[in-house]
C-alpha cells in the first residue's frame, strides 16, 4: 500500500490534470456570456480569458461602417480606420493576441477578432473605447455609451464649378448618406449641434440646413437635377477636429446612393431544442445535429461579411412567433431538420421551398408584384431591400441541391410545398433543409461524421454565398493518390 501523503499526492495531481484540461476546452467552447448594452442596443457579450466579444452588429450600434477581409476587420467611422487582426478563434483571440488592432496605422493593445459560437467576434472594450465611447462592467452586464459628439464651425467655399461645406466635429463620428426627393441629406452618427440655416451663395448651393435628429445631425442639400456631389472625411489628429466634406457641382458624378450597403443577414433556425429531441435514433438527437450544422454554416459564412442570426444557438425551446420574426429579417432563412422513415431506404437530403402559388401574407403578395413590375432601376432596387421574386426560394434551392449532389456520396432532391407557417412570412429566399435519414443506415453515418458534416455544411454555405452574389472559395485540390 502506498503511503497516505502519495495518495493524497496523486489526487491532487489528478484534480489539477481536470482543472488544466477545463481551462484549455471548456473554456473555449463554453464562455460566459453577459448581456451588452451599447447606445440603446440589447446584445449578447461572450467572455474569452477576462476578455468581452460581441458580434458585428455591437460595430454597427456604434455608427461604424464595418468589413471583413481575409486577415481583418476593419471598421471605419467617417476619417478613422480602425483595423483588427482576424485569429483562428475568439479563445486564440484573448490569449494569444496582445496588439490586435489597430487605428489609422497605429497599434494598440487589444486582443483580434474571432470566430465564437460560430459569429465572427470582435473586442468590446478596445472597439468601444477606440470609437469614443466609454466601457463598464457592472455584474452580468456590459454598458457602453456614445457621447454626443458636437458640431463647431461649419464653413463653405465656392468655385466656377463646385461648391464645398466642411463640418468640423470634436471628435470622429460615422456618417451616411441619401437622396430624398431633390434634397442631399448627410447624417453625422452621435452629433449634436444647433438647427441652422447657413449660406453658402454659390453656384451650386445657395442655402442648406443643419438639424438635430433624435440623437444624429443631418446636413440637408438641395440638388439640381444635373448636380453631382462627393463626400469624405478627415480624421481628427493632434488638436485638429474632425472634418466632413461636402462637394456638389457640375465636376462631380452623381453616385448611387447605396440602398443596399447593409451586410446580408442569414438567418439558420435548427429544428427542435430543448424538450423537443425532434427525431431520435439511438444516441442520435435531431435537435443536437441541427444546430451542429447551423454553426458549421454559421463558421463559414461569418467570417465573409454575412452577418448572422440563430432562431436558438443552445439547446432550448424556440416558439414559432420568435421564429417567424426572425424570418422577416432574412436575406435567407434556412430552416433545419433531420427525417425518419418507416422505410429504411429513402435517404439525402430533401430541400423544400414555398410554391409561389401558395397563400403568403397579402402585403408581400402584393410588393412582389409591385417588385415584378418596376419600373426604374432605382424602384427595383428600393423593393428588393425588403422582398425577393418569388421564384427566389426555388432558386436558392436549387443552388444547395447542385452543391450537395457535387459532395461524395451527396444525394439530394428539391420539392415545393402548399403551406408552411415558417415560410409563409419570409418575404426574402427561404428553405426548408432535410439533412438526411436518421432511419438510413449510410445517412446515419454521414451524419455522425465530422468530414462528412463539414462538407455539407460548406455545401449549403457556399450556395449561400452563391445565391447573394458573393466570391465563392475556389474548391480545394485533391489529395495526391
Not at 209 to 220: H, S, Y
Given at each position: 500500500?502506498?503511503?497516505?501523503?502519495?495518495?493524497?499526492?496523486?489526487?491532487?495531481?489528478?484534480?489539477?490534470?481536470?482543472?488544466?484540461?477545463?481551462?484549455?476546452?471548456?473554456?473555449?467552447?463554453?464562455?460566459?456570456?453577459?448581456?451588452?448594452?451599447?447606445?440603446?442596443?440589447?446584445?449578447?457579450a461572450s467572455v474569452y480569458n477576462g476578455f468581452a466579444f460581441a458580434p458585428l452588429e455591437f460595430a454597427s450600434a456604434l455608427g461604424l461602417e464595418t468589413q471583413v477581409t481575409n486577415d481583418a476587420v476593419v471598421l471605419k467611422q467617417g476619417g478613422k480606420v480602425l483595423r483588427i487582426a482576424l485569429a483562428d478563434g475568439a479563445y486564440e483571440a484573448a490569449t494569444q493576441w496582445t496588439n490586435g488592432l489597430e487605428v489609422n496605422g497605429v497599434r494598440q493593445k487589444s486582443p483580434a477578432?474571432?470566430?465564437?459560437?460560430?459569429?465572427?467576434?470582435?473586442?468590446?472594450?478596445?472597439?468601444?473605447?477606440?470609437?469614443?465611447?466609454?466601457?463598464?462592467?457592472?455584474?452580468?452586464?456590459?454598458?457602453?455609451?456614445?457621447?454626443?459628439?458636437?458640431?463647431?464651425?461649419?464653413?463653405?467655399?465656392?468655385?466656377?464649378?463646385?461648391?464645398?461645406?466642411?463640418?468640423?466635429?470634436?471628435?470622429?463620428?460615422?456618417?451616411?448618406?441619401?437622396?430624398?426627393?431633390?434634397?442631399?441629406?448627410?447624417t453625422l452618427r452621435f452629433t449634436n449641434g444647433t438647427a441652422s440655416p447657413y449660406l453658402v451663395g454659390g453656384k451650386?448651393?445657395?442655402?442648406?440646413?443643419?438639424?438635430?435628429?433624435?440623437?444624429?445631425?443631418?446636413?440637408?442639400?438641395?440638388?439640381?437635377?444635373?448636380?453631382?456631389?462627393?463626400?469624405?472625411?478627415?480624421a481628427s489628429s493632434q488638436g485638429i477636429p474632425a472634418r466632413v466634406i461636402i462637394d456638389v457641382g457640375s465636376r462631380f458624378g452623381r453616385p448611387s446612393v447605396a440602398l443596399d450597403s447593409r451586410p446580408s443577414v442569414v438567418v439558420l433556425d435548427p429544428g427542435h431544442g430543448g424538450n423537443d429531441l425532434g427525431v431520435v435514433s439511438g444516441n442520435l438527437r435531431e435537435k443536437d445535429i441541427t444546430l451542429k450544422m447551423a454553426?458549421?454554416?454559421?463558421?463559414?459564412?461569418?467570417?465573409?461579411?454575412?452577418?448572422?442570426?440563430?432562431?436558438?444557438?443552445?439547446?432550448?425551446?424556440?416558439?414559432?412567433?420568435?421564429?417567424?420574426?426572425?424570418?422577416?429579417?432574412?436575406?435567407?432563412?434556412?430552416?433545419?431538420?433531420?427525417?425518419?422513415?418507416?422505410?429504411?431506404?429513402?435517404?439525402?437530403?430533401?430541400?423544400?421551398?414555398?410554391?409561389?402559388?401558395?397563400?403568403?401574407e397579402g402585403i408581400l403578395d402584393a410588393g412582389r408584384t409591385a417588385l415584378e413590375n418596376a419600373k426604374t432601376e432605382r424602384e427595383r432596387k428600393l423593393l428588393s431591400r425588403f422582398l425577393a421574386p418569388r421564384a427566389a426560394s426555388q432558386k436558392l434551392a436549387d443552388m444547395i441541391s447542385a452543391r450537395i449532389l457535387a459532395v461524395p456520396n451527396g444525394e439530394a432532391r428539391v420539392s415545393s410545398l402548399g403551406s408552411h407557417t415558417a415560410l409563409e412570412r419570409a418575404p426574402k429566399a427561404a428553405i426548408v433543409l432535410e439533412l438526411g435519414y436518421l432511419s438510413n443506415d449510410e445517412d446515419r453515418a454521414a451524419l455522425q461524421n465530422t468530414d462528412a458534416s463539414v462538407s455539407r455544411a460548406e455545401a449549403v454555405a457556399y450556395a449561400v454565398l452563391e445565391y447573394l452574389g458573393k466570391p465563392v472559395p475556389a474548391a480545394k485540390p485533391e489529395a495526391p493518390k
Open positions: 500500500m502506498k503511503p497516505k501523503w502519495q495518495v493524497t499526492h496523486t489526487r491532487w495531481l489528478f484534480v489539477m490534470a481536470l482543472l488544466g484540461l477545463a481551462w484549455l476546452g471548456l473554456g473555449q467552447t463554453t464562455p460566459q456570456t453577459k448581456d451588452l448594452q451599447v447606445a440603446g442596443t440589447s446584445l449578447k477578432a474571432g470566430l465564437g459560437g460560430g459569429r465572427l467576434l470582435i473586442p468590446v472594450k478596445s472597439v468601444a473605447e477606440a470609437a469614443g465611447g466609454t466601457f463598464e462592467e457592472s455584474g452580468n452586464t456590459v454598458i457602453v455609451n456614445m457621447p454626443q459628439a458636437i458640431l463647431g464651425t461649419v464653413s463653405s467655399d465656392k468655385t466656377e464649378r463646385s461648391d464645398r461645406v466642411v463640418l468640423e466635429i470634436d471628435r470622429d463620428v460615422g456618417f451616411s448618406s441619401r437622396i430624398e426627393k431633390s434634397d442631399l441629406i448627410v451650386f448651393i445657395d442655402v442648406f440646413e443643419v438639424k438635430p435628429v433624435a440623437n444624429k445631425l443631418e446636413a440637408k442639400i438641395p440638388l439640381k437635377s444635373s448636380d453631382g456631389f462627393q463626400i469624405f472625411a478627415v454553426q458549421r454554416i454559421a463558421s463559414i459564412l461569418a467570417p465573409r461579411g454575412i452577418a448572422m442570426k440563430y432562431t436558438r444557438n443552445e439547446d432550448k425551446d424556440t416558439s414559432i412567433e420568435t421564429r417567424q420574426a426572425l424570418s422577416v429579417k432574412a436575406d435567407v432563412l434556412i430552416s433545419l431538420h433531420v427525417s425518419s422513415q418507416p422505410n429504411s431506404s429513402a435517404k439525402g437530403a430533401e430541400i423544400f421551398y414555398l410554391s409561389p402559388d401558395a397563400p403568403s
